[in-house]
């Protein structure tokens, strides 16, 4: 019975889904792509010197331009366009006012352990009207992009980031770090352009849904 039940919170969990995405309607989605730190920001700083800030920004324009080559292209916007430092709180007001269905923000992890990799998605630890949905998205793009391209599975967590907590209740948000600049593999991975374009297409196609 607990295993029937399980099921069909799932599908109506799908259902949900489908909904919000517009994918019963003829609505388009409206996505936000998140692009972490900027201008003195520069976020982690990798063995080989990459930035953060240069990394997830190259990984956003990708996903703009593969975009811009699909027949029928999401209504995406990216919270800085150029190596400028946007306030935490500017990029959740972005959300609100284009009323997003989903909030994705970009960025690189960093250990003091040179052993950790993977790929880590977090979803706000407050509570909010977008709760099961944020999870389901976040569990769906680590699993693409672990199958692949063939990076550890850190699995989808929850946290009390700012662009988290301050989205939660309006569309589906999740933050996602998409490898370890601290770690020589990913590091040496994700400093490649070809490797961009990839993880770029499989964050693109995971949120065409």
């Given at each position: 019975m607990?295993?029937?039940?399980?099921?069909?919170?799932?599908?109506?969990?799908?259902?949900k889904m489908c909904i919000v995405f517009g994918q019963e309607t003829s609505a388009?989605?409206?996505?936000?792509?998140?692009v972490g730190h900027g201008g003195k920001d520069s976020g982690a700083i990798g063995i080989n010197k990459i930035?953060?800030?240069?990394?997830?920004?190259?990984?956003?324009?990708?996903i703009l331009k593969l975009n811009n080559e699909l027949d029928?292209?999401?209504?995406?916007?990216?919270?800085?366009?150029?190596?400028?430092?946007?306030?935490?709180?500017?990029r959740t007001k972005l959300a609100k006012t284009l009323k997003a269905d989903l909030f994705v923000s970009l960025h690189c992890n960093h250990s003091d352990n040179p052993d950790a990799r993977g790929v880590e998605v977090y979803t706000s630890k407050k509570e909010g009207e977008y709760s099961e949905e944020s999870v389901f998205v976040g569990y769906q793009i680590e699993k693409a992009l672990c199958t692949a391209i063939g990076y550890e599975s850190r699995g989808v967590k929850f946290a009390n980031f700012q662009v988290l907590r301050e989205t939660i209740g309006y569309c589906i948000s999740i933050l996602l770090e998409v490898g370890?600049?601290?770690n020589w593999d990913d590091g040496n991975y994700i400093s490649g352009s070809i490797n961009i374009k990839l993880i770029a297409s499989i964050i693109l196609k995971s949120i065409e849904l």
């Open positions: 607990k295993k029937v039940l399980k099921n069909v919170s799932f599908v109506f969990l799908l259902l388009q989605k409206r996505i936000i792509i998140d930035q953060e800030k240069d990394v997830v920004l190259d990984i956003a324009n990708a029928k292209p999401l209504d995406i916007y990216l919270t800085r366009y150029k190596d400028t430092l946007i306030s935490l709180s500017d370890f600049l601290s």
